[in-house]
């Protein structure tokens, strides 16, 4: 299984992005995805989640300015990131609670990181 951000950049302060994360492989089902982001000299820390039955929880330093979203469908998660502040500057991972196919009828858990999309914010 994997998972393929996009739609990272540079943007000034107040501007805009959406970020795309698409997964992809044997996938049985997919449980939560996350967007979690890791600024230099800092740790990974979640920004948002949603679950399998769409419950949202965001960190705090974003709420009211980024939304997450998902098509279950296409296995596709997204982030609206809106008034972009220098400090939302990180490389952004999506993250996903998957079941895989295995052998026959084996499925078993697993969870998948992608390689990240850089964000930076200029002043």
């Known amino acids: 299984v994997q998972l393929v951000e996009s739609g990272g950049g540079l943007v000034q302060a107040g501007g805009s992005l959406r970020l795309s994360c698409a997964a992809s492989?044997?996938?049985?089902?997919?449980?939560?995805m996350g967007w979690y982001r890791q600024a230099p000299g800092q740790e990974r820390e979640l920004v948002a989640d949603?679950?399998?039955?769409?419950?949202?929880k965001y960190a705090d330093s974003v709420k009211g300015r980024f939304t997450i979203s998902r098509d279950y469908a296409r296995n596709t998660l997204y982030l609206q990131m809106n008034s972009l502040k220098p400090e939302d500057t990180a490389v952004y991972y999506c993250?996903?609670?998957?079941?895989?196919?295995?052998?026959?009828?084996?499925?078993?858990?697993?969870?998948?990181w992608g390689k990240g999309t850089q964000v930076t914010v200029s002043s």
């Open positions: 993250n996903a609670g998957v079941r895989v196919r295995g052998k026959g009828w084996d499925t078993y858990p697993s969870h998948v």
């Open positions: 949603i679950t399998s039955d769409g419950r949202i």
């Open positions: 492989g044997s996938i049985f089902s997919i449980n939560d």
